[in-house]
């Protein structure tokens, strides 16, 4: 047994025991002690990175179990292993941009071929049993400790990109066949837009306050209003950049699959929701009152005799 001081100023004790080992499976062990050093990296510079000292504490625990099982594949490869510096920069990255809690949970996810390889080694190396019981159901436990402000307006942010990929699509496409004016399809659908935004914005601020759920409800109003600004960005750029309003219509609706996709990927990741039901809800949604409203606007230009 093995007494190690891990990152976090704690001491663990390695259970190991002498095993000899042919040279190819040395390899395989190697590749799983640098994994193992590179989320040991990834969590350590996670930890210095967020401010609540909860969070902080439970990160270094992370890196200090994914150390202590470095440690015990170095016992039979006898060598130094180096983390695979652009994965410890992508996770980062990905961590800062998207929150830690999405990139912790992508990079869990990636384990479970490696829990996989773990298994195969059941009877020929020892400790292989500890090593997946740790990682099957410490982890995932210690993830569950984990309080990310943005997770709790999840459901703000649902509301304002739902709301503007349901709304905005069909009313750009009702204003494609009513105008057939790239530009004025555009001037219209932005005043329309931030309108609308702080419209729901202002509602979400009501909601809360009257609620008292515990969000602050300043914050889920911004929150709501910036995801439907940003997704009414997104949706008009087409018409900006586009002289067919068709064409644009095209992209436009091409763009609000894509929002769809990867908003419900964060979410089905980050909050562990079902991917696909979700998906097929929003997308329908959206396309489906996007045709609706493209009829309608056929139908008023024709009623209206509108020629732009």
Known sequence: MLTIKLLGGFRLAVHVTRVDVPGDLKDILYGFQRDEVTECHIYGMLAKSVKDPHNSAVLHKMADQEFGHSLTWKHYTEKEATPVVHRVWFYYLLARLLGFTFAIKLMENRE???????????????????????????????IGLLDEERLKYVGSIVLGLNDALVEFTGSLAGFTFALQDPRIIAAVGCIMGVAAALSMASSEYLSQKSEQAGQDPRKAALYTGSAYILTVFILVMPFLLLENPFI???????FAIGIIVCFTFYTSVAADLPFWKRFVEMAA????????SFLIGLLIRGLFNVDV
Do not use: C, K, W
Not at 248 to 254: D, I, K, W
């Open 285 to 292: 949604l959206s396309l489906g009152i996007a045709g609706i």
């Open 112 to 142: 479970n071929d490696a829990i996989q390889n773990y298994r195969d080694l059941s009877g020929r190396i020892p400790e292989v049993e500890h090593i997946i019981a740790e990682e099957e159901q410490h982890e995932m436990e210690i």
């Open 248 to 254: 644009a219509l095209v992209f436009t609706l091409l």
